[in-house]
């Protein structure tokens, strides 16, 4: 594939995941395709089980074994980063791609001081002597709304709030300039009024510094106020993409559609939610054909026989065969 | 209308003094945490109060004490007509937990492993020796696991054979089992995805009009509240600040920290909006705020606020404690 003319900053393409047990092999992501432009924030929503996770350990070279890549390229500023080696990833990681997780706690590690977690990350992957990557932590807090960050520096990460602790992670991943993060639900283990807080420093902190962000949750509402694109998951898939103004306000997908009737709305009062009746199908009894139709009220008799391909509808890109008959696809 | 449940300036304190020995030597002085602090309420029949809050709040605690799981430090609740707190003691107590029961949040945690959905499902009816002939029992579970949209057959299934959604109906299943007329529900789908939320609320929904259920429903989510409720109660640091009917609260909030919440909850018909994030975050409840404990993060609050602490007050067909909307400066 030519990805020198493409401008962006990461492309993933038919990108696979499996899980040898000892019941066979386990098929976690089908074909995951999707772009990053820089500076983009781009949106991965689904619900749990989905591979939204799954992606971005995939991509910054996290996969827990015995998970695998089984097919499929990462192409990272025009070069291939899904075959590199521990070390080469391990450079990329940090320098290029940062990383911020769900628990802010875990993520952090108890035993050190935050400034020495952030000295260490800059020393790094900067060319900077001791008392200038302390600056440049002191600084780093400072950008993201940690008050009087000359003293919380020397303190420990128990002694920081929820919301505090995950400002620090936030710091962390801005320490080498990356020009990519991927944020894994990070706001879901905070109360609500955090959540805005941290959701709009993400905001400015990634424009301010030019990171493109591949932001993962499940909440719809964070993605519809943050992103520019989103991806809809499902069993492993994507199902949908699309700018995340016309995917949430005419989606495709029949799953796309139930999913955005399931949310209860703040703006309207409705006397029932629309329901989609059943659970997504765990990995050993993947339906064939497209992964939705035994919860789908539309399914043709083709959706239980092939796998439907992401192609343009309308204004987004639907993996659906209620808009690819035969003959369009 | 005649309320069913009525709590009158309900507290909770939880005793986390330092151990003896701790306090004697070191001098520490014993240390109490006001998880709820006087709370007063009342729930009509066939209605939803919905107590919504952030971590922290007491809006647990409250549902606790509602069922006996706790025992109040002060104040009274009183259900259809009579003091629980004495009723829970008393000799026919079992007539009173027939008619209230409990949902709990996590649906992994609230159903024992080791025991068959039947079984599970029938504890109720044998421990309140309501039914005692194991035909009975069976046809009731059957009957129950159908109201609650499972076959009958998933009787003799174990609870890791089942999705979280449908873990929940087996626990909305249980909790119907002594056909109670008051349940307490505590974040019933906060552990649950969106879609299967839904089906788990339509269900709560559909029973509430089939057999005029009461609820206490519990959440942290704004927009699930709005779904549900009838009344909504606002909590923050164990006191209720505003106590108001749905449409009125969500068309004209008016406590400061009801405003922050409803203007902090992210909505998806509103792309590219950008909010005003209220700053700072929930204080220590083992050390809070003088007066008003919303003041330190309050842009309305003056002198008055950081030393008297407001009661909740009507005011115009709702309750609030706020002295900024009580003196008209908001």
């Not at chain 1, 991965?44 to 998970?67: D, R």
């Not at chain 2, 499972?150 to 109906?169: E, I, M, T, V, W």
Request: hydrophobic content about 40%; aromatic content about 4%; proline content about 7%.
């Amino acid at each position: 594939m030519n990805t020198k003319n493409k401008p962006a900053l990461l492309q993933v393409r038919e990108l696979s995941v499996e899980f040898p047990t000892r019941h066979g092999v386990l098929k976690a992501l089908d074909r995951v395709s999707f772009d990053i432009a820089p500076g983009e924030i781009l949106g991965v929503v689904g619900e749990s089980g989905a591979g939204k996770s799954l992606t971005g350990a995939a991509l910054i070279g996290l996969l827990e074994p015995p998970g695998r890549i089984s097919g499929g390229e990462v192409w990272f500023e025009g070069q291939r980063i899904d075959k590199l080696g521990a070390a080469a990833m391990r450079a990329l990681r940090g320098r290029k791609i940062g990383a911020i997780f769900q628990d802010p706690l875990t993520s952090l590690n108890p035993l050190f001081t935050v400034g020495q977690q952030l000295t260490e990350t800059i020393q790094a992957h900067l060319p900077l002597n001791a008392a200038q990557a302390r600056d440049r932590a002191i600084d780093l807090l400072r950008q993201t709304g940690i008050p009087a960050p000359e003293a919380r520096i020397d303190q420990y990460p128990h002694q920081f709030s929820g919301g505090m602790r995950q400002r620090v992670v936030i710091s962390l991943a801005l320490a080498a300039e990356p020009k990519l993060i991927v944020a894994d639900e990070p706001t879901t283990a905070l109360d609500v009024s955090i959540q805005a807080q941290i959701i709009q420093l993400l905001k400015r902190v990634c424009r301010e510094h030019g990171a493109a962000v591949m932001l993962v949750t499940h909440d719809m509402g964070v993605i519809a106020e943050t992103c520019d694109r989103v991806a809809v998951m499902y069993a492993g898939r994507v199902v949908e993409t699309g700018p995340v103004h016309q995917v949430i306000h005419c989606p495709a997908h029949p799953y796309t559609i139930g999913l955005m009737g399931s949310i209860p709305a703040m703006d309207e009062e409705r006397e029932r939610l629309l329901q989609i009746d059943g659970a997504m199908p765990r990995l050993n009894a993947m339906p064939p054909g497209c992964a939705f139709h035994p919860r789908c009220s539309q399914a043709l008799p083709r959706c239980k026989e092939a796998v439907p391909q992401l192609l343009p509808v309308g204004a987004t890109h639907a993996a659906c065969w209620l808009h690819h008959s035969e003959g369009r696809a | 209308m005649s309320a069913l449940v009525r709590v009158q300036d309900l507290s909770m304190r939880f005793d986390v003094s330092p151990p003896w020995l701790n306090r004697v030597l070191e001098r520490k002085p014993r240390q109490f945490v006001h998880a709820v602090d006087g709370v007063s309420f009342e729930i009509p029949k066939g209605k939803t109060l919905a107590l919504v809050g952030e971590s922290g709040c007491g809006k647990s605690t409250v549902a606790r004490l509602l069922v006996g799981l706790y025992r109040p430090s002060a104040g009274a609740m009183a259900f259809d007509g009579r003091d629980t707190r004495e009723w829970f003691a008393a000799k026919d107590a079992q007539a009173l937990r027939k008619r209230l029961q409990m949902i709990f949040q996590d649906p992994y945690a609230s159903l024992n492993p080791r025991w068959k959905v039947g079984a599970i499902v029938a504890e109720p009816l044998t421990e309140q020796a309501i039914l005692t002939d194991p035909a009975a029992i069976r046809a009731r579970v059957a009957e129950l696991l159908t109201l609650v949209g499972l076959n009958p057959a998933d009787s003799a299934k174990y609870p890791h054979q089942f999705s979280g959604g449908q873990r929940q109906r087996i626990s909305i299943a249980r909790a119907l089992a002594t056909a109670p007329e008051f349940l307490v529900c505590d974040e019933p789908t906060s552990a649950l995805d969106v879609s299967v939320q839904a089906q788990v609320l339509n269900i709560m929904k559909d029973l509430q009009q089939q057999q005029g259920l009461t609820y206490l429903f519990i959440s942290h989510n704004l927009a699930v509240v709005r779904h549900m409720a009838d009344q909504i109660g606002v909590m923050y640091l164990g006191r209720l600040v505003e106590l108001a009917d749905k449409p009125t609260l969500f068309a004209t909030p008016h406590h400061p920290y009801t405003r922050m919440l409803l203007d902090a909850i992210p909505d998806i018909h509103l792309t590219g909006r950008s909010r005003v994030a209220v700053q700072g975050e929930v204080p220590n409840p083992l050390n809070p705020p003088t007066g008003c404990s919303f003041h330190p993060r309050c842009p309305h609050a003056n002198a008055r606020c950081a030393l008297e602490r407001p009661a909740l007050n009507e005011l115009k067909g709702i309750r609030v404690a706020c002295h900024a909307v009580e003196e008209g400066r908001i």
